[in-house]
């Protein structure tokens, strides 16, 4: 082996190398009453230390915040005295040879000192800091970038639930227990990412703790063997950042990633790379797998003690069959949950800037197929329709025809404003506007290859038809008016 295969490859080096102060209990003092100071006092209070605030005139509003707060105020004009039991000071009072004498009496006293904006005479940094105490995410850029900092803190915050912390303090009171009984390595790590993903971690974020501690009480007395999920994830009508936070970390935690075909490759592309992911489209015209068949294989993979997501275009409730699926869950006693997802009626009356409620005009809303309007008696949506209701019609393209006559038949005016989204929330998208009777010509139109959503109704008057073509702009067959007019 030559001699440079054995040399470490130089990386970029820090300057500053983050450490985790202890300041329970102990003494932080920050010198000075000005925002910075304030500043400061707002990040140190996250700790247990004990604050304190020197200053000569703090303000009033630094006053109250400091009673509400428990944070000592020193009035009184700075000497190092009043530093001399702090394990850390700041020195912010805004001008430069005070600083300075802070600085100096803080490092005669080898106590590790902080003067805000001035780098140069900084022992220590302060970092953007994701609190979950007991978990912190410290970030620090040496200066280069508070705001690129605040960038990070900000993703890096979303990513992390909100009961981090509380689940962190469940794990401390198990790991005695978890040393002596589960055996050190795989069987040890399994337990702990069952538990930090599992159920006690969703049981821990909607704040049932008593539950959690019995869930990883049981995991323990099986000495960490997962349990099976199927997570039932809206992933939103198809732009990759209209997917939930919850969905997000979902995603990310899965063994397997199960996906209809309407959802797109950036979106599954969140899921670990090591995921197993599995098409189970149902795409018009060529169903890959029958819903049975995904019924079966969502039971199989629970029972495969597999954490899976169940990825399903829009939100899973709405005309996803989730309802049979969570069927065969609940039959086979496989734990699930429901993730809501944004539906494709809510994206592209966005995109159409288009009010699916509109006082005085319309104040409800029917979300339907439109296949049931084929033949047959009239459904209750219709007349809801006629009362006013906003309608949003998926998988209407194929129908189009049928709905409109339909629709006008039972007395909808031919002249009701209609729009129409091709691809809603993607960069693809085509927006259609047009009455109930222009609306048959989308039934023949062959240039509409992605999903369609139609939304009728006279609220769609609302709407932006800025960006949109007329329906009407297209050959195709029109409703004869005379004919219907009566
Ligand atoms: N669960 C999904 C609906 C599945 S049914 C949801 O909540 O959105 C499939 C139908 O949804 C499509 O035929 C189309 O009418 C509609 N759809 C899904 N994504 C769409 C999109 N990006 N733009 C327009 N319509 C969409």
Known sequence: MSRSTIIDTPVARLNAFPIFAKVEGRVVAIVGAGDEAFAKARLMVQSSAHLRI???????????????????????????????????????????????????????????????DRPELCDFFTPALVNRAPVAVAIGTEGAGPVLAQMIRARIDLMLSPQLGALARLAAGFR??????????????RFWKEFF???????????????????????????????????????????????????????????????????????IAMGRRDAERIAAGKRKGCHSKTQ??????????GRQGKRVVRLKSGDPLVFGRAGEEMAALRDAGIS???????????AAAADFELPLTLRGVSSSMVFTT?????GGPLPDWARLAIGGATVAIYMGRSVAADVAQRLIDAGLAPDTAVAVVENASLSAKRLFHGTLADLPRLQAREDLTGPVMTIIGDAVAGANFERSQALAAHAGARLDLKENAT
């Open 54 to 116: 020197i200053a000569v005139e703090p303000t009033a509003q630094l006053a109250d915040w400091a009673a509400v707060n428990g944070v000592e105020i020193l009035s009184a004009t700075y000497r190092a005295e009043l530093i001399a039991d702090a394990a850390l000071v700041f020195a912010a009072t805004d001008d430069l040879d005070a600083d300075r004498r802070i600085v100096a009496d803080a490092r005669a006293l080898r106590i590790p000192v902080n003067a805000v």
């Open 176 to 189: 005695d227990a978890v040393e002596k009984r589960v055996p050190r390595g795989v069987a040890r790590r």
């Open 197 to 267: 993903t599992g159920e006690t971690a969703r049981q821990i974020d909607v704040g049932q703790v008593d539950a959690a501690r019995g869930t990883a009480t049981a995991l323990l007395e099986r000495g960490g063997a997962t349990q099976g999920h199927v997570a039932l994830v809206g992933a939103g009508p198809g732009a990759e950042d209209l997917l939930t936070l919850r969905a997000h970390r979902l995603l990310m935690e899965a063994d397997v990633i199960v996906h209809d075909a309407l959802v797109p490759e950036a979106v």
């Open 292 to 301: 049975s068949q995904i019924n079966a294989l969502l039971v199989e993979l």
């Open 336 to 346: 699930y949950e429901f993730v809501p997802g944004v539906t494709a009626a809510f």
């Open 370 to 374: 439109g296949h049931d309007l084929k």
